[in-house]
């Protein structure tokens, strides 16, 4: 098994590589591989002076400043969002939830907005985004927890109902945020953003969310076991050594703070956690050793691939990415739910 996991791994990284350099090549200007790997390396202090300058100015400006820090982040996007989902649908013992559909994304929108539009926790400077995106997103997942939990039990039924209900909520605050501004072009891109895009990616934009998915992922991973003893029921966990409430409650606030960060950077990007752990389970088996790994290639490449779609679908103008991922998502949802035959936990 192991072997086939690694093999996997080394796939999958391989086949995410080619598809951010072909996000890379394509776009209004086109460029060829071969500008796009020696532009990085020119970078590189070690082999940088190895490399013939063959490219031009704007060729440059092109690869390096626009286009592979947005593929860049749409990979840590694609691949934050996947763990969420993995997590989340351990800790609540169904394959159905995840970021988007509990709420978490509609907190997280709701603090950015705020942040956008009213100035709220400007003092922070940079950080006042991704500050206001993590409380608004574990704010929203408290309070579909508290919602759905009834007799110290946390139903599937009621838990997306509940997420529903807040998202409902979060969403008709944002509006009235919106609403009540008079800053159109505040307002413009607060729209454009809800519906997720990765066209302000920068630089100085990758530094904390690729910091805040290695923790995460990390801590998610180190814990591979307390994240597969959830899988066979509250009392077993407890039986088997899981200290219950302290682990819910980091990966509440795990969750929380990774959903927070990434939609702070890219918007709200539905569908990403739900897809890509399934389809990973699949193929792997629920042990998380292996999902959360899997789960970020497989996430990373879906979303990079999505991106580089809503550039070209209706070039020159860009689709927001939450439309891609909506279109895909919506189906698969459906179809998940017509499922019988899939087994995770246990269902109400």
């Known amino acids: 098994m192991n072997k086939k996991i690694m093999l996997l791994s080394m796939t999958l990284l391989l086949v995410l590589i080619i598809s951010m350099t072909i996000a890379i090549m394509v776009g209004s200007v086109s460029v060829t591989p071969i500008h796009v790997w020696k532009v990085i390396l020119s970078k590189i202090p070690i082999v940088q002076n190895s490399i013939e300058q063959d490219w031009s100015r704007s060729q440059e400006i092109i690869i390096w400043q626009i286009r592979v820090p947005r593929v860049l982040l749409a990979a840590i996007v694609g691949a934050g969002l996947a763990i969420a989902g993995a997590a989340i ?119 904390i969310p690729t910091v805040i998915f290695i923790v995460v992922f990390a801590l998610l991973w180190l814990h591979y076991r307390s994240l597969n003893l959830l899988l066979l029921g509250e009392e077993a966990a407890v039986t088997l050594g899981v200290n219950l409430q302290q682990f819910r409650i ?51 490449i879906f979303l990079v691939w999505a991106d580089a779609l809503a550039r070209i679908i209706i070039a020159p103008e860009e689709m927001p990415i939450g439309i891609i991922t909506a279109f895909c998502g919506g189906p698969f949802f459906i179809w998940l739910l017509r499922r019988n035959n899939y087994s995770f936990g246990e269902g109400d």
């Open 89 to 207: 649908q351990a800790l609540v013992r169904n394959s159905i939830a995840e970021p988007y559909i509990l709420g978490i994304s509609s907190g997280a929108t709701v603090g950015a907005t705020a942040v956008i539009i009213l100035g709220a926790f400007s003092f922070l400077g940079v950080y006042a985004l991704s500050v206001s995106a993590f409380i608004g997103s574990l704010t929203a997942m408290a309070l579909v927890f508290f919602l759905a939990r009834v007799g110290g039990r946390v139903s599937v039924f009621r838990l997306l109902l509940s997420g529903m209900a807040v998202s409902f909520i979060l969403s008709a605050i944002s509006n009235f945020i919106l609403m009540t501004s008079k800053q159109e072009g505040g307002m413009k891109a607060v729209m454009y953003w809800m519906l997720g895009s990765l066209a302000g990616a920068k630089w100085s934009n990758l530094l």
């Open 250 to 300: 980091q990966l509440i606030l795990l969750v929380s703070l990774l959903t927070g960060v990434l939609v702070a950077v890219s918007g709200s990007i539905g569908f990403v956690g739900l897809i890509i752990p399934h389809i990973v389970r699949l193929i792997v088996g629920s042990n998380h050793k292996y999902v959360i790994p899997i789960s970020a290639l497989f996430g990373a």
